[in-house]
C-alpha cells in the first residue's frame, strides 16, 4: 500500500537533546512537508522540498533542521534552539496536484 | 499572501441533524480548496476539494462542499450527522506561488450529542 509512514508516533527527550523525527513516504511524490500542530490550533509549516537536495523554510523553521537526500525521506530534527518543542508533529507529501496527503503524525514530548 | 478562517471553534451537533462547517478564505487568485479531517492523535484525511468547474463538490463520507466567489466561502456541509463524524475539521486553501503549500484554517472541532 502506499503511504507516508511517521516514527515513532510518540518519542520523549530531555530538554537540551536534539531529536530526529522520521517521514518516509512511497507515493513518488515530488514535495514533502512538515507541519506542527499544537492544541486547538491550524497546522503551521516548518519546512517543505520540492525536490531531493532542496529545501525552504516555512513559517516556524527557527529551532528545527531537514534533510532531503532521497526522494522517499525528508527527516525533521528538532534542535535544541527550539524553544518549546512539545508538540504534534505531521509529514505530508504531494504530486504535481495540490492534494496532500498525510503521515499519522509524531508525538514529540520534550520534559 | 493567502488566509483562511475557520470562524467557529467548536460545534455539538446532535446525531441525524445537518451540520455547515464555515470557511473563508482571502486569496487574490482563483483558489484551489480543500476539506480535510482529523481524529484525535491521527494525520488528516482529505473529504473533497475544489480546484474548478462545478461549485458544489462531493466528497467522501457523505460530505459536500460550496464554493462561492462572492462570498470568499468554502462551507462544509452534511445532511445527517452521524456519531463517528465526531472530529476535526480543517480547511485550506491552495497557493500557486510556491511549492504547492497549503494554508490551514485554525480548525473546527465537531462534537455528535447522541
Known amino acids: 500500500d502506499g503511504g507516508i509512514t511517521q516514527s515513532p508516533k510518540y518519542l520523549f527527550r530531555k530538554e537540551g537533546q536534539n531529536v530526529t523525527l522520521s517521514c518516509e513516504q512511497n507515493?513518488?511524490?515530488?514535495?514533502m512537508y512538515w507541519y506542527r500542530q499544537d492544541p486547538g490550533q491550524g497546522l503551521r509549516l516548518i519546512y517543505y522540498?520540492?525536490?531531493?537536495?532542496?529545501?525552504q523554510k516555512g513559517d516556524i523553521a527557527e529551532g528545527y533542521s531537514v534533510s532531503r537526500e532521497k526522494k522517499e525521506s525528508f527527516p525533521l530534527t528538532v534542535t535544541s534552539a527550539q524553544k518549546n518543542p512539545t508538540a504534534f508533529y505531521l509529514c505530508a507529501s504531494t504530486s504535481s496536484s495540490y492534494e496532500q496527503y498525510f503521515g499519522p503524525g509524531t508525538r514529540l514530548t520534550v520534559t | 499572501a493567502q488566509s483562511v478562517t475557520q470562524p467557529d471553534i467548536h460545534i455539538t451537533v446532535s446525531e441525524g441533524a445537518s451540520l455547515e462547517l464555515r470557511c473563508n478564505y482571502s486569496y487574490g487568485a482563483t483558489p484551489y480548496l480543500f476539506w480535510y479531517v482529523q481524529s484525535p492523535g491521527q494525520g488528516l484525511q482529505l473529504l473533497l476539494k475544489y480546484f474548478s468547474g462545478d461549485t458544489l463538490v462531493q466528497g467522501i463520507k457523505g460530505f459536500e462542499a460550496e464554493f462561492k466567489r462572492s462570498q470568499s466561502s468554502f462551507n462544509l456541509r452534511k445532511p445527517s450527522v452521524h456519531w463517528s463524524d465526531a472530529a476535526e475539521y480543517f480547511c485550506a486553501v491552495g497557493a500557486l506561488y510556491a511549492g504547492n503549500m497549503l494554508t490551514f484554517g485554525g480548525g473546527t472541532r465537531l462534537m455528535v450529542k447522541p
Open positions: 522540498s520540492q525536490i531531493v537536495n532542496d529545501f
Open positions: 507515493l513518488n511524490h515530488d514535495a
